[in-house]
């Protein structure tokens, strides 16, 4: 019969032996829970700011022309800088230009049924 092989060495100390360590773990957690908890990332809901109104009077073919236009200038300004990056950072870019394309598309969507192009 053959010997049993010797298990592997592995360290015994638990996070929690000494206050270092239990500090250590602490901080890793709390830094693990930032970034892989959806819900804490969304605790907080979305508040647009008043620093900047659109005007009151603004009719809706006005406003929905202007928001097209930005979204176009977007789209073009995002796929300009994705060109001269390379990697996850030019996809990632490219997936943004590709939501605001998304949006154009909707307003101008939005914008021929305001005012029929017949």
Do not use: C, W
């Amino acid at each position: 019969m053959s010997p049993l092989p010797e298990p592997p060495v592995t360290d015994p100390a638990s996070p929690y032996v000494s206050p270092h360590s239990r500090k250590l773990h602490d901080a890793a957690e709390r830094a693990l829970d930032h970034y892989l908890l959806p819900a804490a990332i969304m605790a907080e809901p979305y508040t647009a700011s008043t620093l900047f109104m659109v005007n009151p009077q603004s009719d809706a073919e006005s406003l929905l022309t202007n928001a097209s236009g930005s979204l176009a200038s977007a789209t073009v300004m995002l796929g300009n800088f994705a060109g001269v990056l390379e990697g996850s950072n030019r996809q990632t870019l490219l997936g943004i230009a590709q939501v605001v394309m998304l949006g154009e598309l909707a307003v101008n969507k939005a914008l021929d049924l305001v005012v029929p192009t017949d």
